[in-house]
C-alpha cells in the first residue's frame, strides 16, 4: 500500500468519530445553535435510534437482556404517545426495531 | 444650605459611610510632590480620590501605613508600575494620560490603563502587608490553578496550566501576581462576577463585601460537541437542571494505556420540563460526561506519547450517549456509574469550575502524574472545597473510586443488584457480553455449523450473507447486534493498522498533498478541544457578545468539515485496497439486508 494511500486513509479514519459522523448524517447544516438547555439534539428520532441495539437484544432474548437505552426510549415513547401507553415493552421493542 | 437632611436620607447617608468608609485618602496613600507642579499635584489627588474609593473599606484599611505614590521617569516601557518599600512608583506617561483624560468618555483606554496601574500596586501593597492573606492562601492557590500534586510530599505544582482565556498572561507569573491583576478587575471590571465567579465571591467573602448581582449571560457556557450526528452547539447549562453527578469509570481492558481504567464525571441532566429528582436518571439523551482527554475522537492513548507529556489534557462534555458507544460498543469495555453525595450547591460550584476549565485550562497528560483519574480528583478537590479536605488524591481510576467509597461520597449500592444497575442505567455492560447469548439465539434458529460467537464474526460478510434472508424475527435482532459489532471491528482494525503504520515512518512527498489534507482538517477539528478558539477576545468564562460569535464560529467550521468529509470520503473508496473495500461493502451490505428483514418481520409481529 502506497503512502498516498496510506494519508488518505487516515484521513478518515484518524478522527474516527467526527470524520464517521460528518458523512452519513442527515442532519441539518443549522445544527451549530445556542440552546438555553440541552435539547438542541435530542429529539424523539435520536432517543429511539440510541435504543436500537439494546431493542434488538431484548427482542432477541425475549426480554432477558434489559438494557437502560431500551429503558430510556419505552419510557419517552410513552410519555409522548398514547398508543404506546397501551403497548407491552415488547411490542415498543419491536416497533423501535420496525423502523 | 440644608442643615437638615430628611431622616431616611440622613440613615442612608450614614450606613454609605459606615460601608464605604471615609474617602481618607491624604492618610491612605500620599503624594510624593518632587518634581510636580501644582496642578499635576491637583490631577493626581483627582486619581487617588477617583480610585481609592473604589476599593472595599477592608482594602483601605490594610494598607501600611505612610504609602507615597510617586511618579517615576525612566521605567522600563513595558512596567506599568513598582513598588519599593512603602513607595508606589508610577510611570510618568500615565500622569500625562490621566491629565489629558476626557471628562466626558469615562472608558478609555490611557485612563483604564492609569487606574488598573494604580490598583494593581494598592493590590500589591495590600497583600504584602496582610502577609500575603490572599496570595499564601491555599484555596486562592486552588482556584487561581496552581493546582496540588497528587503526590502529597509534592505539594503544589509549580506550573499554571490555566493559560487560555486569561485577562493578562502576566498573571500566571506567581500567586501574588495573580491577585494583583485579578484585584484589577474585581474592583474596575463589572463582568469580574460573570467571568471568574468563584474567584469574585472568594475576593468579596474576604474583603467583607457583597457580591455582585449584576445580570451574568444566564447558565454555564461548554462547547457541546455531538460527534456522532457532527454537531456542535453552545450549551449554557443551568446546573439547577442537574440532579445529580456520577462518578463515571471505563473498566480496564487488556490495552497497556487502558488496562487502568478511565475516571469521568457524568452529569445527570434533567429533560426540559421534568422536576429535578429519581425520575432525571432515565434521561440519557440528555445527560452529559466531562472527560478529560487529548481529542474528542480518540479514546486511545499511545503509550509512548503519554510518557513524554506530549500530548495535552483538556476537558470535554460529551453526550452520554456517545461515551456508552465508543466504550462499550466499539472498546468493548464496561461502564459503572456511581451518585456522588453532593448538596446542590456544591454541584453548583463543581460545574462552574468545569466550565472554567472547559474555556481556559489547557494541561499536559502524564501518564503517571496528570492522568484522568488526577485531573478528576484535581476537579472534584478544586470544585467542591469540602473534597479538598478529604484524603482523595489518586493516580488510578479505581483508586479515586476506592477513596470516595470509603469517604462516603461516592454511593455504590445501586450496582449491587446487576440486572437493575443495567436496567437503570448504572452498569453498562460492554456489548461482547451479550455476543454468546446472541448467537446462541440465531444458531438455534439457523442451524448455525459455527461453535460461538467469534467463529461467526471470523466469517467473511459474504459467508453470513447466506444465512441472513431466512433469520426470523428474534434470529434478525441478535445477527443485527453481531454485524454492527462485525462493522466496529472492522473499522477499527483498519485505523488502529494504518495509525501504527502512518505514525511510525516519514511521509514521502508523493503524500504531501493528502498530509496537507488531513493537516487542513485537523486544524478545522482543533475547536473542539480548544472551544476558546471560537470566541475571539474575552477572558475566563464568555458572555453574551462572545456566545454570539462562539455560535457562528461553530457553525462556519462545522458546515466546512462537513464539505471536507464528503471529499474525503470519495477518496478514500478509491484508496481503500480491494480486499477491505469489500468486507466493509459486505458488511454494510448485510446490514441492509438485516434492516429490511427486521422492518417485515417486526411489523408483521407487532
Not at chain 2, 486552588?142 to 496550566?161: E, H, K, M, P, T
Not at chain 2, 478587575?185 to 468563584?198: E, N
Not at chain 2, 510518557?307 to 456517545?322: A, E, K
Not at chain 2, 476506592?402 to 462516603?408: C, D, Y
Amino acid at each position: 500500500m502506497s503512502r498516498l494511500i496510506l494519508a488518505g486513509v487516515l484521513l478518515a479514519f484518524s478522527v474516527p468519530a467526527l470524520a464517521g459522523s460528518f458523512a452519513g448524517s442527515s442532519a441539518g447544516a443549522s445544527s451549530a445553535g445556542s440552546s438555553a438547555s440541552s435539547d438542541s439534539s435530542s429529539g424523539d428520532d435520536k432517543i429511539v435510534v440510541q435504543a436500537r441495539e439494546d431493542a434488538a437484544s431484548f427482542v432477541a432474548s425475549d426480554g432477558r437482556i434489559r438494557g437502560a437505552q431500551l429503558e430510556a426510549a419505552l419510557r419517552h415513547l410513552r410519555e409522548t404517545d398514547q398508543a404506546a401507553r397501551r403497548a407491552s415493552d415488547m411490542q415498543l421493542a419491536q416497533a423501535i426495531l420496525a423502523r | 444650605m440644608h442643615l437638615r437632611r430628611p431622616r431616611g436620607r440622613r440613615i442612608a447617608a450614614l450606613l454609605l459611610w459606615a460601608w464605604l468608609g471615609p474617602v481618607a485618602t491624604a492618610t491612605a496613600l500620599e503624594i510624593d510632590p518632587t518634581h510636580l507642579a501644582a496642578d499635576d499635584i491637583a490631577a493626581t489627588q483627582g486619581l487617588v480620590d477617583d480610585v481609592l474609593p473604589r476599593l472595599p473599606r477592608a482594602w483601605r484599611d490594610g494598607l501600611p501605613a505612610g504609602l507615597v505614590l510617586e511618579w517615576r521617569d525612566g521605567l522600563p516601557a513595558h512596567v506599568a508600575g513598582r513598588r519599593v518599600g512603602d513607595r508606589i512608583l508610577l510611570p510618568r506617561r500615565l500622569l500625562e494620560a490621566w491629565r489629558a483624560r476626557d471628562a466626558v468618555a469615562t472608558e478609555d483606554e490611557p485612563l483604564r490603563a492609569v487606574r488598573h496601574a494604580l490598583v494593581h500596586e494598592l493590590a500589591h501593597a495590600y497583600d504584602r502587608a496582610q502577609r500575603n492573606a490572599l496570595s499564601g492562601d491555599p484555596r486562592l492557590r486552588d482556584l487561581a490553578g496552581w493546582q496540588r500534586s497528587a503526590f502529597a510530599i509534592a505539594g503544589r505544582r509549580s506550573r499554571n496550566d490555566f493559560v487560555v482565556r486569561t485577562p493578562d498572561p502576566y498573571e500566571l507569573r506567581r500567586p501574588s501576581e495573580f491577585v494583583a491583576v485579578n484585584l484589577e478587575h474585581f474592583v474596575l471590571d463589572p463582568a469580574y462576577a460573570c467571568r471568574r465567579p468563584a474567584l469574585h465571591r472568594h475576593f468579596s467573602a474576604h474583603f467583607g463585601v457583597p457580591v455582585s448581582t449584576q445580570a451574568c449571560a444566564p447558565g454555564l457556557p461548554f462547547l457541546d460537541v455531538d460527534a456522532e450526528a457532527g454537531e456542535a452547539a453552545l450549551l449554557a447549562l443551568d446546573p439547577a437542571r442537574v440532579y445529580e453527578v456520577d462518578y463515571l469509570l471505563a473498566e480496564g481492558n487488556t490495552q497497556a494505556m487502558s488496562r487502568w481504567g478511565h475516571s469521568m464525571l457524568r452529569l445527570v441532566v434533567c429533560a426540559p420540563g421534568r422536576m429535578p429528582g429519581p425520575e432525571c436518571r432515565l434521561d440519557l439523551a440528555h445527560h452529559r460526561v466531562l472527560s478529560f482527554r487529548a481529542f474528542v475522537g480518540d479514546v486511545q492513548i499511545s503509550g509512548w506519547r503519554g510518557l513524554t507529556g506530549s500530548y495535552p489534557s483538556r476537558l470535554f462534555l460529551l453526550p452520554l450517549d456517545q461515551v456508552i458507544e465508543e466504550y462499550t460498543r466499539v472498546e468493548l469495555r464496561g461502564l459503572q456509574s456511581m451518585p456522588l453525595r453532593l448538596q446542590k450547591h456544591e454541584i453548583a460550584s463543581l460545574l462552574e469550575r468545569a466550565a472554567q476549565l472547559h474555556w481556559s485550562y489547557d494541561g499536559r497528560y502524564y501518564f503517571i502524574g496528570n492522568n484522568c483519574a488526577v485531573e478528576t480528583w484535581k476537579l472534584l478537590h478544586d470544585g467542591v472545597p469540602r473534597l479538598a479536605d478529604a484524603s482523595l488524591a489518586s493516580i488510578t481510576p479505581t483508586g479515586l473510586l476506592r477513596k470516595l467509597e470509603r469517604e462516603g461520597i461516592a454511593d455504590r449500592r445501586p450496582l449491587a443488584d446487576a440486572d437493575e444497575a443495567r436496567r437503570l442505567g448504572y452498569y453498562f455492560e460492554p456489548a461482547s457480553a451479550r455476543y454468546e447469548a446472541l448467537f446462541a439465539v440465531a444458531r438455534e434458529a439457523l442451524a448455525l455449523p459455527q461453535r460461538d460467537a467469534a467463529a461467526w464474526l471470523a466469517l467473511s460478510p459474504g459467508e453470513r450473507a447466506r444465512w441472513l434472508p431466512q433469520a426470523d424475527l428474534k434470529a434478525s435482532a441478535a445477527l443485527l447486534v453481531l454485524e454492527n459489532a462485525a462493522q466496529r471491528r472492522q473499522q477499527l482494525l483498519l485505523r488502529d493498522e494504518l495509525k501504527r503504520r502512518y505514525l511510525g515512518h516519514a511521509v514521502p512527498d508523493d503524500a504531501a498533498a493528502a498530509l496537507e489534507a488531513l493537516k487542513a482538517w485537523l486544524g478545522d477539528t482543533s475547536f473542539v478541544s480548544r472551544p476558546a478558539e471560537l470566541a475571539g477576545g474575552g477572558y475566563g468564562l464568555p458572555q453574551s457578545a462572545e456566545r454570539g460569535r462562539i455560535v457562528a464560529e461553530a457553525r462556519a467550521r462545522v458546515a466546512r468539515l462537513r464539505d471536507q468529509d464528503a471529499s474525503m470520503r470519495r477518496d478514500l473508496e478509491r484508496w481503500l485496497p480491494g480486499d477491505q473495500r469489500e468486507a466493509l461493502r459486505g458488511i454494510e451490505a448485510n446490514l441492509e439486508t438485516i434492516g429490511a428483514r427486521l422492518r417485515t418481520l417486526a411489523s408483521d409481529a407487532s
